[in-house]
Each structure stands twice: as C-alpha cells, then as structure tokens.
Nanobody, 116 residues
Framework: QVQLVESGGGLVQAGGSLRLSCSASGSTFDINVIGWYRRTPGKQRAFVASITGGGSTNYADAVKGRFTISRDNGKNSVYLQMSSLKPEDSAVYYC??????????WGQGTQVTVSS
C-alpha cells in the first residue's frame, strides 16, 4: 500500500504560478512512476504529467512548456510547478503512483482555481 498526501493548491490569478507537492508513504520502494492527474466537474480525470524513478518525464500537450514535474526520491515526494496558469487549468489535482506491478494509488486531491 502507498499513501499519498497532496498540498499546495489554492486560488491564483491567470498568469500566476503555483507549486503542488505530493508526499508518499508506505511501500514507497515499490513506486515506479509518480505523477499528476486533474479533474474538472463533469469530466474524467485527465493525465497532466509523470516522472519515472530515473527522471524521465511526460506531459500532457495542454501543459507542456508551462508545468514542470520533479521528484525527490530521498523524500518520496513529487512536485508540480505550474506557471502561466490559465482559467482552464482550474481543477482538482490528484497525485498518482504506479507500482512496478502496475498497482495504482491516488491522493485525496487538491483544488486549484485560476481566476481570469
């Protein structure tokens, strides 16, 4: 089992920045990929960004060039630096972990609201 706790959401004006953090505990040795998804009302949860233990990153097209994901393996943490935020980035952001045997775990989510 892996437990995830997100922090760092909030309200920001368009063009501003926010940094999300996610701390993992439990069977962290089994973590393969860690990343972020987001969900807006009435929509499915959508991929945002991910990073492997080796540091390989992947981003959704909608956030490329604006968001940066990073990982601190020593702290079992992942961060999402979000810049040039747009109102359409408003969503609940979820931290996600995939283990080496493809089990998926989710955090409770943190709200990001970008005002125009």
């Amino acid at each position: 089992q892996v437990q995830l706790v997100e922090s760092g959401g909030g309200l920001v004006q368009a063009g501003g920045s926010l940094r999300l953090s996610c701390s993992a505990s439990g069977s962290t040795f089994d973590i393969n990929v860690i990343g972020w998804y987001r969900r807006t009302p009435g929509k499915q949860r959508a991929f945002v960004a991910s990073i492997t233990g080796g540091g390989s990153t992947n981003y959704a097209d909608a956030v490329k060039g604006r968001f940066t994901i990073s990982r601190d393996n020593g702290k079992n943490s992942v961060y999402l630096q979000m810049s040039s935020l747009k109102p359409e980035d408003s969503a609940v952001y979820y931290c996600n972990v995939r283990t080496h045997n493809n089990l998926w775990y989710w955090g409770q989510g943190t709200q990001v609201t970008v005002s125009s």
